[in-house]
DNA sequence: ACCTGAACACCGTTCAAGT
DNA sequence: ACCTGAACACCGTTCAAGT
């Protein structure tokens, strides 16, 4: 832990990088919740200055922006299979990520300016997959936003049970309870 | 506009009424989305002291509580007609009030506090209705979640398509669209 | 270019005091 | 009982300065 001064980093410290700055910041929306990720607690996980944070990020939003890219870049439907199945795998994919992220699911959710951006790309990588398994364009929309809607629904239920662990909440649709629902819908596509 | 001084209200001047604040409160959330609804701005609105609030709400969790309770007490299945339009009905009226307030169903989405009673309430009537219509337990459980789901995720599209109106956004599955889906799943059911 | 410290304009909320 | 004013402990963010 050496210590830090002002100025320009000299050639042997190295700068701090943006994607320690995203991990930290992930483990904190991880272990306290979206109401603990302040830019001034980040930055003290972190060991810098308040302000150097936005060196590196246009604002706290920016931050939240480049998180959910961290994240959510990684959901792909799967190269192969049958078009049904790959639908299939799209959704899951989706659901996995957000299982793993509860609170910062919650953070893209608040905050409109973060959110559009993946959700739109998924359902557009959606809609394609649904017309390649034979569905009408009106019938992909349709679907499209049954499936996605589905999975943000549930996702809620997971992040709003998750933020404060109340064990009296109403059985989230978590985990398998969530695959069994996604199977229904599957077959009544 | 009488100007308010300190202590008790005389007889003549009446003393503040929560539901004045409820309304004021949620016409500021209509008006300006979540970000602008603070404590301060709704005392300023209401003419009164930031810190009156506080004798009638708990806390600002305490008060969005109080603004769920009186926009979501009224959703309730219709009393009469065959089960699966009863339970039509419910969803189209939790849709409906949601559709009325998107900045609320933001508020209540981001605070873990808040959220549960309600959606718990309904997803109980929805399982009783579900039953009713001839499904098992567990198959009423899986469309209770599938049904809740997909109107939580339209209604989360809603509520960030609204919050900043960006026209870009993917039109998200409001009005017409959400019944297109809601029938669709009814069939499936 | 990269980092910091002080300062600004806000928050929600507590507390003591007024009638 | 009901209301207020000042104060506390925070925020995100801007700005000037340091290397």
């Given at each position: 832990m050496t210590k830090r001064g002002p100025g320009r980093p000299s050639a042997n410290t190295e700068a701090v990088s943006p994607s320690k700055i995203l991990s930290e910041a992930l483990a904190i929306l991880d272990a306290k919740g979206l109401e603990g990720l302040t830019m001034r607690a980040l930055a003290a996980r972190v060991g810098i200055n308040p302000m150097t944070i936005y060196h590196h990020f246009v604002d706290r939003d920016g931050l939240t922006r480049a998180l959910?890219?961290?994240?959510?870049?990684?959901?792909?439907?799967?190269?192969?299979?049958?078009?049904?199945?790959?639908?299939?795998?799209?959704?899951?994919?989706?659901?996995?990520?957000?299982?793993?992220?509860?609170?910062?699911?919650?953070?893209?959710?608040?905050?409109?300016?973060?959110?559009?951006?993946?959700?739109?790309?998924?359902?557009?990588?959606?809609?394609?997959?649904?017309e390649e398994a034979g569905l009408s364009p009106d019938r992909s929309q349709l679907w499209g936003h049954i499936l996605v809607d589905y999975t943000h629904g549930a996702a809620l239920a997971v992040a709003l049970a998750g933020e404060h662990n109340l064990s009296q909440s109403p059985s989230p649709n978590t985990g398998d309870s969530f695959d069994d629902g996604l199977n229904e819908l599957l077959k009544a596509l």
């Open positions: 959910a890219d961290s994240v959510y870049s990684a959901v792909h439907p799967p190269e192969d299979g049958d078009p049904r199945a790959r639908v299939a795998g799209l959704i899951a994919a989706y659901h996995s990520e957000v299982l793993k992220h509860p609170a910062l699911t919650l953070a893209i959710f608040s905050r409109p300016s973060v959110f559009p951006g993946h959700a739109r790309r998924i359902t557009s990588d959606l809609n394609k997959l649904l």
